[in-house]
């Protein structure tokens, strides 16, 4: 069974930055697509950014040009770099992985963006 841990969130002042970890255990990390969702008060949960195993990237509109996704097999870590942090981006972040039919998803990480 696969577990995830999600870390990095926090508080931060609009136009700032902060990087989100997502760390897998087992086996199955590089075998395994992996996506960072949000979801905000009242809005359902969408999808932010997803990386594959061949490490093709794609992201929502509303974050091109300011997040990046990444992985780490070797750590068995996935990442979500935020740059240029709006108050819209506030939410609680959430990791996903997906190998074969099989989903996990993290416990979630608040991230807060001050005005």
């Known amino acids: 069974q696969v577990q995830l841990v999600e870390s990095g969130g926090g508080l931060v002042q609009a136009g700032g930055s902060l990087r989100l970890s997502c760390r897998a255990s087992?086996?199955?990390?590089?075998?395994?697509?992996i996506s960072w969702y949000r979801q905000a008060p009242g809005k359902e949960r969408a999808l932010v950014a997803r990386i594959a195993t061949t490490s093709i990237t794609n992201y929502a509109d509303s974050v091109k040009g300011r997040f990046t996704i990444s992985r780490d097999n070797a750590k068995n870590t996935a990442y979500l770099q935020m740059n240029s942090l709006k108050p819209e981006d506030t939410a609680v972040y959430y990791c996903?992985?997906?190998?074969?039919?099989?989903?996990?998803w993290g416990q979630g990480t608040q991230v807060t963006v001050s005005s």
């Open positions: 996903n992985l997906r190998y074969l039919t099989e989903e996990t």
């Open positions: 087992g086996s199955a990390f590089r075998a395994s697509a």
